[in-house]
């Protein structure tokens, strides 16, 4: 079991850059792929990012493709998600999850963290 902390959410004008952090715990941290969603007020949670285990192969939704990038550093057991060019369309809570499988699109989750809340004013 693979417990996440999300972290580096906060408030930025469109146009502007921010870099989300996801802190795992546990030793199987570099056993799994893991994926960024999001959740907009009044909308469902969507796929953002996702990396493979080995952080050799990425995917992203088409709404952050050239925008977006995710990586991870298996030695901190933590995730990144660096946003640029934000939108005020990409204002959301964001989560991230861990998977065996990858790339997996559908926030099917039964658990999640408490996200961090991204805000992109206009």
């Known amino acids: 079991q693979v417990q996440l902390v999300e972290s580096g959410g906060g408030l930025v004008q469109a146009g502007g850059s921010l870099r989300l952090s996801c802190a795992a715990s546990g030793r199987t941290f570099s056993r799994f792929a893991m994926g960024w969603f999001r959740q907009a007020p009044g909308k469902e949670r969507e796929f953002v990012a996702a990396i493979s285990w080995s952080g050799t192969r990425t995917y992203y939704a088409d709404s952050v493709k050239g925008r977006f990038t995710i990586s991870r550093d298996n030695a901190k057991n933590t995730v990144y998600l660096q946003m640029n060019s934000l939108k005020p369309e990409d204002t959301a809570v964001y989560y991230c999850?861990?998977?065996?499988?990858?790339?997996?699109?559908?926030?099917?989750?039964?658990?999640w963290g408490q996200g961090t809340q991204v805000t992109v004013s206009s």
């Open positions: 999850n861990a998977d065996t499988r990858f790339p997996v699109t559908a926030p099917e989750y039964d658990s």
